[in-house]
């Protein structure tokens, strides 16, 4: 059953940009993998805390030595590892805060990236362990930070986030943004026509 984990970030829910892109994207992605499955994980929704230092314990005990306290410290970080590993592909939707992801996202990432589990040491060099699986991240942001203009090097955002999931095996990424949401922002644009040009980009890559 092709299975898709459709992960947003953005606390707007209505307003939000990115929501509306990766909405669109998981309805043409259903229409195009009849039997699917998705797995909705809205890490507003998600209560996750900070990595602590029981938590860094946890991570790095022997899966046979752990405590039942332990146990249930790695809980919510074991079941968004098993959504990851039980989906094929991804799709996710991520708002630009402050030159980076929202601190949602940072904390979903502090909770998967798990040694033994989606990556691991071999002979010494790091393995990605979620292999051929298939990444989609549509992005919003207020400002543009196209390629080859100055203010690319603002954008901490996609690097971020191509390096991050490179290193955990995920080679078939693809980053889209909807840049110059301040326009929408300031009215200087409606909403339809904003959208237009992204919806259109977003259906066609799902269904390909
Ligand atoms: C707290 C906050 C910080 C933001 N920081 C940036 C930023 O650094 N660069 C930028 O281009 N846009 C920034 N924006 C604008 C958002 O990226 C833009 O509104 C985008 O549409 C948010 O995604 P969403 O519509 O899915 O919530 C920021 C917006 C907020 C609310």
């Known amino acids: 059953m092709p299975t898709l984990l459709h992960i947003n970030s953005s606390p707007l829910y209505g307003t939000s940009i990115s ?6 994207f998981v309805e043409q992605w259903k229409a195009a993998n009849p039997g699917e499955k998705v797995i909705e994980r809205d890490l507003t ?7 602590s230092a029981a938590f860094v ?5 022997p899966p046979d030595a752990l405590t039942p306290d332990q146990k249930q410290i790695l809980a919510l970080s074991d079941t968004l590892v098993a959504e990851l590993i039980e989906a094929d592909e991804y799709v996710f939707g991520v708002p630009m805060y ?3 992801v929202p601190a949602a996202l940072k904390l979903w990432i502090d909770q998967i990236c798990r040694v033994g589990k989606t990556f691991a040491y071999v002979d010494g060099a790091p393995k ?7 990444a989609t991240f549509l992005i919003a942001s207020g400002g543009i930070y196209d390629a080859n203009t100055q203010m690319a090097s603002y954008n901490f ?3 971020y986030l191509r390096t991050l999931f490179g290193f955990l095996g995920v080679a078939d990424v693809t980053f889209y943004t909807a840049g110059g949401v301040s326009a929408l922002n300031h009215g200087a644009i409606d ?11 977003v259906a066609k890559h799902a269904k390909a």
């Open 157 to 159: 955002v996609e690097p």
């Open 191 to 201: 909403r339809e026509t904003f959208l237009a040009p992204h919806l259109a980009a």
């Open 57 to 61: 314990a946890a991570m790095f005990t």
């Open 128 to 134: 990605g362990l979620l292999t051929g699986k298939k």
């Open 19 to 24: 929501r509306q892109l990766s909405d669109s």
């Open 45 to 51: 929704a998600t209560d996750i805390d900070p990595l």
């Open 98 to 100: 402050n030159f980076g």
